[in-house]
Nanobody, 122 residues
Framework: VQLQASGGGSVEAGGSLRLSCAASGLTFSTYSMGWFRQAPGKERESVAS????????YYADSVKDRFTISRDNAKNTVNLQMNSLRPEDTAVYYC????????????????WGQGTLVTVSS
């Protein structure tokens, strides 16, 4: 299984970025997917998760109404649209796959990508 995250970069506060994660080696439509992040010196935290068909989505309180998770089962991709970015959103962002159709913000995921760095300057 491979999860390849992309789309990270540097942006000013208030800006937007769109992260993408391409999955291979798994039956993507049977997995729930999640995005997590880890800032320097901090523990990894959940950001958003989405069920197998996109019908259920969960967000961390810190990103609610600013971030949107989506998926395209035909393309085996999961995306994270990040708007109104803040300096505290600076972190390495990871996508993850969970061998369950049901979304969760718990870190109980089976496969993890390599991460993509997002830097938000004030």
């Amino acid at each position: 299984v491979q999860l390849q995250a992309s789309g990270g970069g540097s942006v000013e506060a208030g800006g937007s970025l769109r992260l993408s994660c391409a999955a291979s080696g798994l039956t993507f439509s049977t997995y729930s997917m999640g995005w997590f992040r880890q800032a320097p010196g901090k523990e990894r935290e959940s950001v958003a998760s989405i069920s197998w068909n996109g019908g259920t989505r969960y967000y961390a309180d810190s990103v609610k109404d600013r971030f949107t998770i989506s998926r395209d089962n035909a393309k085996n991709t999961v995306n994270l649209q990040m708007n109104s970015l803040r300096p505290e959103d600076t972190a390495v962002y990871y996508c993850a796959a969970r061998r369950s159709r049901f979304a969760t913000l718990n870190g109980d995921y089976d496969y993890w990508g390599q991460g993509t760095l997002v830097t938000v300057s004030s």
